[in-house]
């Protein structure tokens, strides 16, 4: 299986800066360089398409500004890596089309879980004591309920995690932020992931999504974070049967984390 290298925007600003001639002196910075330069060698195979797909400004792009940020990544990209394979090149052949794909499409249920995060974060951010747990977990799942979320979505997931303790999960949701564009597109991560293996399985291409970030909450979500029957819908979107392991509820017992999975199950099949 073949790994693809996907950079996030943390990863390009490093790169952007590394062209600019500018060194980085934080160490988390000073180790991504060190990390990318690794990557740049022959039978690697890089793409900056989370980043592009994130965006640069904390919100989402025009259409204008994501082909603004399609040319300077790809560009950024392709010096950088002059002996791995990138992708720039089939990004910069039409960057306008490639930014009107990503500003028209993006997932299914982002309103909804953004409707979910509002309300679920003031519920869980400065800790909960684990005698009231029980009670946010209710509550989280009404509010799962009422934004049409299965009880086994991902981002309902990851706060129940949070809920219990999970420090990675408390740090990719951003239970603190003013808006729930950053949080999103750091839980989506994982589906765009699971897309990019399922689209090129579907091609005949046997690949591994490999992230690459100094996003220490992130990179400790995917990995503990398993993937199966991951498949193309008919409609073009994307199928797929998602687990997170005990390590990311670290205040739960065995026999109360197999409980809450339980629960979790929709119509409450195990």
């Known amino acids: 299986m073949t790994p693809l290298f996907l950079l996030d925007r943390n990863a390009i600003s490093v790169i952007k800066n590394k062209l600019a001639n500018k ?9 991504l360089l060190a990390t990318l330069e690794h990557l740049n060698q022959s039978g690697n195979h890089i793409s900056p398409l989370l980043s592009i797909v994130e965006g640069e400004h904390g919100r989402e792009d025009t259409v204008d500004e994501k082909a603004a940020c399609v040319i300077t990544e790809a560009t950024a990209v ?6 791995a394979t990138t992708d720039a090149d089939q990004l910069l052949r039409d960057p306008l089309t490639v930014a009107r794909v990503f500003t028209t499409y993006r997932e299914t249920g982002w309103e909804n879980r953004s409707s979910y995060w509002a309300s679920a974060a003031p519920l869980v951010k400065g800790g909960i004591a684990k005698e009231k ?9 009404a509010l799962a309920t009422a934004n049409g979320l299965p009880s086994d979505d991902p981002i309902h997931l990851l706060f129940l995690a949070a809920l219990h303790g999970g420090a990675s999960a408390q740090d990719v949701l951003k239970l603190r932020s003013d808006s729930a564009y950053n949080p999103l597109n750091d839980l989506h991560v994982l589906s765009r992931m699971a897309l990019i293996q399922a689209v ?3 091609a005949g291409h046997l690949i591994m999504p490999v992230l690459v970030s100094m996003d220490e ?33 670290p205040q739960l017992s065995d026999k109360e984390y197999r409980a809450l ?10």
């Not at 392709?78 to 002996?83: A, C, G, K, L, S």
């Not at 747990?133 to 799942?141: C, P, S």
């Not at 992130?218 to 049967?241: Q, R």
Request: hydrophobic letters at 35%; zero cysteines; charged letters at 35%.
């Open 133 to 141: 747990r029980r009670g946010v977990e209710d509550e989280l799942v």
């Open 78 to 83: 392709r010096n950088f890596f002059d002996q």
């Open 261 to 270: 999975l339980d629960r979790a199950k929709p119509n409450g099949d195990v």
């Open 200 to 202: 090129a399985t579907n």
């Open 217 to 249: 909450g992130l990179n400790d979500v995917l990995s503990h974070t398993h993937f199966s029957k991951s498949k193309l819908t008919d409609e073009g979107g994307i199928h797929m049967t998602l687990r997170f392991d005990k390590e990311l509820f």
């Open 23 to 31: 060194a980085p002196v934080d160490p988390k910075k000073l180790a």
